[in-house]
Nanobody
């Protein structure tokens, strides 16, 4: 299994970046994909998660209206478009995959919210190595 992130870099506040996560080694459309981030000295947090089954999404409040997650099932790739970036978005961003929890939640949005609420590595199936995003003020 591989989750390979790309697209990170250094950008000024107000700028944009587009992260990509290329997945391989598992059945893409049976898994949900999420983006987590960890800033120095802070706990890892879920930023956005998407169901590859129906496109249901979840966003952390602080990124709503600025970040957009999308999935291209034909390419086994998930994107995170990040606009109007702020210095507090600076972190290492990780791509994560987790087997979809069929039947456990009434909606995929709720399922994605649960996925993005994970706080430990063992709660989710696969993790990428991360890509650094640095936003200068």
């Amino acid at each position: 299994v591989q989750l390979v992130e790309s697209g990170g870099g250094l950008v000024q506040a107000g700028g944009s970046l587009r992260l990509s996560c290329a997945a391989s080694g598992f059945t893409f459309d049976e898994y949900s994909i999420g983006w987590f981030r960890q800033a120095p000295g802070k706990e890892r947090e879920g930023v956005s998660c998407i169901s590859t089954i129906d496109g249901g999404t979840y966003y952390k409040d602080s990124v709503k209206g600025r970040f957009t997650i999308s999935a291209d099932n034909a390419k086994n790739t998930v994107y995170l478009q990040m606009d109007n970036l702020k210095p507090e978005d600076t972190a290492v961003y990780y791509c994560v995959a987790d087997f979809f929890p069929y039947g456990l939640f009434p909606t995929t949005t709720q399922a994605m919210g649960d996925m993005c609420a994970a706080t430990t590595n063992y709660e989710l199936d696969y993790w990428g190595r991360g890509t650094q995003v640095t936003v200068s003020s």
